[in-house]
């Protein structure tokens, strides 16, 4: 048998949690969701993980700290002492304040730009990357669910859109793939 | 469901109350500075803290009706228990203006007004102070040129013109939402919506005056003690350590009463968004401390340095130690999603900066008004603290027996009981 994934559209975000939880609570997995604007509160329903970027912005933000601090110590201290506001004092802790508002803004430079970049990468969405969307009216005003039956296999085709057809479903699509 | 106050709540309140009483008297029989002016210097730190805290209350919860916030409906009447306080708030601070307006105290170096002649006729105590050089007129050794520039904005009837505008528009505001609030539980429909709006201008309106007071009190009341120093960002950063402690005092308050099983519906996401906001206002008030620091320290000016040179050579603990507490601290122990829903976390997180903006203040007020003779937090510094402390809690948790703890009608409410993040 060849395996199916099936595409559920909804025409409201209610409606498609809705949806989802019947899934998951009759034991389907539900692969993904597909929604022009985020879902608030899809992500528990379906069981999607918490994201961790928020560590990996963190870990940037530590990162361009460091490198700031460093470089603003080899420049102004180490390979040409600078005279910072009439105290040529030439030590980094003591010149610290002139210095923190550069740290602080490169670790927001490099905290943001990382982040950006790596949730760009992480969902495959970086410019030129080609669109996984199924659906294009799901970037309009539609909200679609996709069950494979590769994930679900105590669970027939049929008894999935069975399943569906019980909830206020717009329409639903099956591909073969 | 109404709060009661319970048995242990009220003794402990009476007792941080008396204790703090006998640590203030054996700190004053102990005070031997010039006109007790370290018992007049607590009575303005502690006043103006917990006032502040009145204050950060109030302009939170005219900020979450002008914005018309749904999320912290829940939590409404909390604020409007921390900002009941203001009622009786200002009676500590009118007392120490008076006793400084009538040199009970010299807390306020500018209201000598000796200071504002150049020249006087005369000796000692029957001298008459003129500004010029009139027959028989000496030079005025008193003469402050400085503070004599100053005197259009720096007199006594000005400066008591404006303390009693702050104050009268701070109560009556604090008076006119409470009831606000208490008539919005009665009301259902188009009444109800038309008090919404109602509320929505008026916060609209009182946070413009609280924009321009926030700043100019802070200049009369705490910057004058050092009355020839002057910082533009002073107002906001007093501001921004009132509006953190107002924030700490209502998370704490919040998860007290949710341990004793009032407010049910408040919900994680709650506690974590007033999380956020005590973790953000931290950085807002290290912000504006390290801004004014910074440009002041860079520049080198000798009229600007004077205020940080005082607190770095003699109090250099308590200057870099209310700096790193206020900062590191949040910024350490609040950073992650999940320190800020845990109550635990917040209590001590909080518990540790409420000290710390109290030592901030500490940092404000002493070292100008005692000068050699502050020698660091003592038994009539802890003493009057636990007083203040005492009477705070008892008439913030009094003010919440008054009415519901959860608001009625509100028409967010069922969003806030909702809320989600």
Redesign the interface.
């Known amino acids: 048998m060849a395996n199916k994934v099936i595409y559920a559209v909804y025409e409201d975000p209610e409606l498609l949690k809705d949806g989802a939880r019947k899934l998951v609570s009759n034991g389907i997995k539900v692969k993904d969701t597909w929604s022009p604007f985020p879902i608030?509160?899809i992500d528990p329903i379906i069981g999607v993980k918490r994201t961790r970027l928020?560590i990996a912005a963190?870990m940037f933000g530590i990162t361009g700290t460091c490198l700031a601090g460093f470089g603003i110590w080899y420049f102004n201290i180490f390979d040409w002492p600078m005279n910072?506001?009439?105290?040529p004092s030439q030590a980094f802790y003591k010149n610290l304040?002139?210095f923190?508002?550069v740290m602080f803004e490169f670790t927001v430079l490099c905290a943001a730009h990382g982040m950006s970049i790596t949730y760009l990468i992480r969902n495959k969405t970086l410019p030129g990357m080609p669109a996984r969307n199924p659906d294009p009216r799901s970037t309009d005003d539609k909200f679609i669910i996709e069950v494979r039956t590769a994930d679900n296999h105590g669970h027939s085709a049929e008894a999935i859109t069975g399943l569906l057809r019980e909830t206020p479903v717009f329409e639903i699509n099956e591909r073969q793939y | 469901m109404n709060f009661t106050l319970s048995d242990r709540a009220r003794s402990i309140t009476f007792g941080l109350i008396i204790l703090g009483a006998v640590a203030t008297v054996a700190g004053i029989m102990g005070d031997h500075t010039d006109h007790h002016q370290r018992t007049w210097a607590n009575l303005l730190v502690n006043g103006f803290f917990f006032f502040g805290i009145g204050l950060g209350a109030l302009f939170f919860f005219a900020l979450q009706n002008a914005t018309e916030t749904a999320w912290s409906v829940m939590v409404k009447r909390v604020f409007e228990g921390l900002f009941s306080y203001l009622k009786w708030g200002w009676i500590p601070l009118v007392i120490v203006f008076a006793a400084a307006s009538l040199h009970m105290n010299h807390l306020y170096h500018w209201m000598d007004h000796t200071l504002y002649h150049e020249y006087m006729v005369g000796e000692g105590e029957s001298a008459q102070y003129v500004d010029e050089a009139v027959q028989g007129a000496v030079a005025n050794p008193n003469y402050d040129s400085l503070i004599a520039g100053k005197k259009a904005f720096l007199n006594q009837p000005f400066f008591w013109i404006r303390t009693i505008a702050y104050l009268a528009t701070f109560v009556f505001f604090a008076g006119w939402f409470r009831k606000q609030s208490l008539q919005m539980d009665k009301e259902t429909g188009e009444s109800l919506n038309k008090r919404m709006i109602l509320n929505y201008k008026r916060s609209a309106l009182f946070l413009v005056f609280f924009a321009v007071f926030s700043s100019i009190l802070a200049w009369d009341w705490i910057m004058s003690i050092d009355t020839h120093w002057f910082s533009t960002l002073y107002g906001w950063y007093t501001f921004a350590g009132m509006w953190v402690s107002a924030m700490i005092s209502a998370v704490i308050l919040v998860l007290y009463l949710k341990r004793k099983g009032y407010l049910p519906q408040v919900n994680n996401s709650h506690i974590h968004d007033m999380g956020k906001w005590v973790f953000a206002i931290s950085f807002l008030w290290t912000y504006l401390y390290?801004s004014q620091?910074?440009l002041i320290?860079?520049?080198?000016i000798p009229e600007e340095v004077t205020y940080f040179q005082q607190r770095i050579d003699h109090h250099p603990g308590l200057m870099w130690g209310t700096f790193f507490i206020n900062f590191l601290v949040p910024m350490v122990m609040l950073?992650?999603?999940d320190a800020k829903r845990s109550p635990r976390f917040l209590i001590l997180v909080g518990s540790i900066i409420f000290i710390g903006h109290w030592l901030d203040v500490n940092m404000m007020v002493m070292p100008g008004s005692l000068g050699h003779d502050f020698h660091g937090i003592g038994l009539l510094e802890i003493g009057m603290f636990t007083t203040f402390l005492g009477i705070f809690l008892y008439t913030v948790l009094n003010a919440l027996t008054k009415a519901p703890l959860t608001v009625v009608n509100h028409p967010y409410l069922d969003e806030s009981v909702h809320h989600?993040i």
Do not use: D, E, L, T
């Open positions: 608030h509160g928020a963190f910072i506001g009439g105290k304040p002139a923190v508002p | 390290f620091f910074m320290w860079y520049s080198n950073m992650s999603r989600q």
